[in-house]
């Protein structure tokens, strides 16, 4: 395939979906920044945000973010989302590249404005298993990441729930779960939360994990919901 083919082919599949993917950018730009902005800070400051605050931080601004950008993009900011919604029949095939592209670029920006900004701390905010367990940040991700899904399902996707009251209850969720379980895992639940300040700050250990268990998990909270739903969840 020559190389004017293979723009068109790129353009065939962004442009469709620019303002989508624009979106996506933006939010996962804003979840980044804010989230692990918040950790650099609190280590600069030496705790004056402290954990707790940390994980209202990143609940916070997801549930801001689904309010502000749900109606333009479904407000994944989560590759490990885009694929579950696409795996269950949520999710156009087509727009999965473009979507997940958007959320890795925002992100990335993100962390290098934060590098650039306040230097290279707290790893950037990077997310690594307590003692190098990666086993048990495996299992432990992909709990947090199926519970996440799940909610996501009940208060958003299912045409039978009050879509007015998604954003607060997945950003609780988020909040819940960075608040219980941050210490050790980082609670990351999102491959592109985890990817940018890894890729930025050079920092590669166990990385894999902050892939596979949220994309695993995700999937498997659709199957579970879906054999709960029955046939009453609509699409």
Do not use: C
């Amino acid at each position: 395939m020559s190389i004017t083919a293979r723009k068109l082919g790129l353009k065939k599949l962004f442009i469709p979906y620019w303002r989508k993917a624009l979106a996506e950018a933006i939010g996962t730009f804003i979840l980044v920044f804010a989230g692990t902005g918040a950790v650099m800070v609190n280590n600069i400051s030496q705790g004056a945000i402290t954990h707790l605050g940390i994980s209202f931080v990143f609940g916070a601004v997801v549930a801001a973010l689904i309010y502000s950008l749900g109606h333009i993009s479904g407000a994944h900011l989560n590759p490990a989302v885009t694929l579950a919604l696409w795996q269950g029949g949520f999710f156009p095939k087509k727009q999965i590249l473009p979507y997940i592209f958007s959320q890795l670029l925002g992100a990335t920006i993100a962390s290098a404005l934060l590098l650039l900004s306040l230097g290279k701390v707290a790893n950037l905010g990077a997310t690594l298993p307590l003692n190098n367990n990666w086993l048990q940040s495996l299992i432990l991700e992909f709990m947090l990441t199926f519970i996440l899904m799940f909610v996501i399902l009940g208060a958003a996707v299912d045409k039978r729930a009050n879509s007015s009251f998604a954003g607060l209850a997945i950003g609780l969720t988020v909040g819940v779960e960075a608040a219980f379980m941050g210490p050790i895992t980082g609670a990351s639940m999102n491959p592109a939360r985890s990817f940018s300040p890894a890729l930025i700050g050079g920092i590669w250990q166990h990385h894999w994990v902050y892939w596979v268990a949220p994309i695993l998990g995700a999937q498997f909270a659709v199957f579970v919901y879906k054999n709960i739903a029955y046939s009453d969840l609509q699409r």
